[in-house]
């Protein structure tokens, strides 16, 4: 596997279930983040890990939950969602511990519908 | 605070045309700019960015960008659309002396005719 992976690729789920989206980098980067792509709307970040550590949050409801255990992975918990939520998930991970100038690289993302 | 607009959502174009994707950022500090490319079903690649000096920027594929900062825009340009260009163009600015937030716009969506 090469750059950043995501799965599933496709999720559906009911509004009381609890699943997880999945993120690895191949990358060998030290910044990994999670963004929400909605029909229409600008590409939303939710969050930002540099070096296993969180430092951004993008006031994103609680039902969202992120996790990442080291600087390869990253996962979104996913519990009691709305329909509104439903979008596609983009990872990306970076280089370094995350300046501006540096190059995002994302993954095919995660559709998730919520009925 | 940073923002940045594209204007059209959608752009169609013949093949062998010049392509044009406008974009313009709001930013009371000097921007870093950048504009990727989603095509179908895959997530975004970058196409190319400025950060400092030159301000013409060359990328993949053939497209490139000028930083016009009395303009405040950085719009794609490229003299000759081919059909794979058919894809989703995203523009986005950082800051700056800040960590690694970018902020993007709507996107625009290019259609290649034949």
């Known amino acids: 596997e090469t750059g950043v992976t995501q799965t599933p690729r496709h999720l559906v789920m009911g509004m009381t279930n609890k699943k997880s989206l999945k993120c690895e980098q191949h990358?060998?980067?030290?910044?990994m983040y999670w963004y929400k792509q909605s029909a229409k709307k600008p590409l939303e970040l939710m969050f930002v890990?540099?070096?296993?550590?969180?430092?951004e949050n993008n006031s994103v409801p609680s039902r969202f939950s992120p996790e990442c255990p080291n600087s390869s992975h990253l996962f979104l918990h996913l519990h009691t969602l709305q329909p509104e939520d439903s979008a596609l998930y983009l990872c990306?991970?970076?280089?370094?511990?995350?300046?501006?100038?540096?190059?995002?690289?994302f993954g095919p993302g995660t559709r998730l519908t919520v009925l | 605070a940073q923002s940045v607009t594209q204007l059209g959502s959608h752009v169609s174009v013949s093949e062998g045309a010049l392509v044009l994707l406008r974009c313009n950022y709001s930013?009371?500090?000097?921007?870093?700019l950048f504009w990727y490319v989603q095509y179908p079903n895959q997530g975004l690649q970058l196409l190319l960015k400025y950060t400092t000096g030159a301000t013409l920027v060359k990328g993949i594929n053939g497209f490139e960008a000028e930083f016009k900062k009395s303009e405040t825009s950085f719009h794609l340009t490229k003299p000759s659309a081919h059909m794979s260009d058919a894809a989703e163009y995203f523009c986005?600015?950082?800051?700056?002396?800040?960590?690694?937030?970018?902020?993007f716009g709507t996107g625009t969506l290019l259609a290649v005719q034949p």
């Open positions: 990358l060998g980067h030290n910044a």
């Open positions: 986005a600015v950082s800051r700056t002396g800040a960590t690694n937030k970018l902020i």
């Open positions: 990306a991970s970076s280089q370094g511990g995350g300046t501006s100038t540096d190059t995002q690289y």
């Open positions: 930013s009371s500090v000097p921007p870093y």
């Open positions: 890990y540099n070096f296993k550590e969180q430092t």
